[in-house]
């Protein structure tokens, strides 16, 4: 039986953080997709980073999806994902 909390299950894949941390910086905590991935691949990272972990994201509302008024798809971190940002931040603050 595995005593592992499902949030360092999430935070230990590779995309998790990236995600959070790229989303984060984003006004309104959103991007065009398209720029999402351009911006993963600006910090070394790939789309395929966070493709492991949308799935799981999606499942505990960390992230949504939704269409602009331009309709491109635009991810963006749900009021989940924002306390979950701020609660890790947090403790980098404290460490």
């Not at 999806?65 to 603050?93: A, F, H, M, P, S």
């Amino acid at each position: 039986m595995s005593t592992e909390s499902t949030f360092f299950r999430l935070f230990r894949r590779r995309g998790f953080s990236e995600t959070l941390e790229i989303l984060a910086d984003f006004p309104n905590k959103e991007a065009v997709q398209s720029i999402f991935f351009k911006r993963l691949s600006d910090v070394n990272s790939y789309p395929n980073t966070y493709f492991r972990v949308k799935d799981d994201l999606i499942r505990h509302d960390i992230v949504a999806y939704k269409l602009n008024k331009e309709n491109d798809k635009v991810i963006y971190l749900t009021e989940k994902g924002i306390e979950i940002w701020n609660r890790i931040q947090e403790i980098e603050g404290i460490l």
